[in-house]
């Protein structure tokens, strides 16, 4: 599965991508990573949006590949459900 992602890393084209119905693309995430506010508290997993900001590339890919398979299954990950409620502390 390695070997499969980097070759389609390599060969991502945005234009491409929008052109067969992704909804969401690679830039458009990177734009949404970029409006995060820093020094905020971590999430349940423990990454902030310093870790996205500094992360490498291949993440970015990754989550729109992600979210683009959400949008195509109409179904959310379970997980994605879970979170802290601190209006219970």
């Not at 996205?52 to 729109?64: F, G, Y």
Request: charged letters at 25%.
């Amino acid at each position: 599965m390695k070997h499969e992602f980097e070759e389609k890393f390599v060969r991502y084209d945005i234009e491409a991508a929008e052109s067969n119905g992704s909804v969401i693309t690679v830039s458009s995430v990177e734009k949404s990573i970029g409006k995060l506010k820093n020094g905020k508290a971590a999430s349940i997993d423990g990454l902030a949006a310093e870790h996205l900001k500094l992360a490498h590339p291949k993440p970015v890919v990754l989550l729109c590949v992600l979210f683009n398979k959400i949008m195509t299954c109409g179904k959310v990950p379970e997980l994605f459900c879970s979170g802290c409620d601190y209006s219970r502390a």
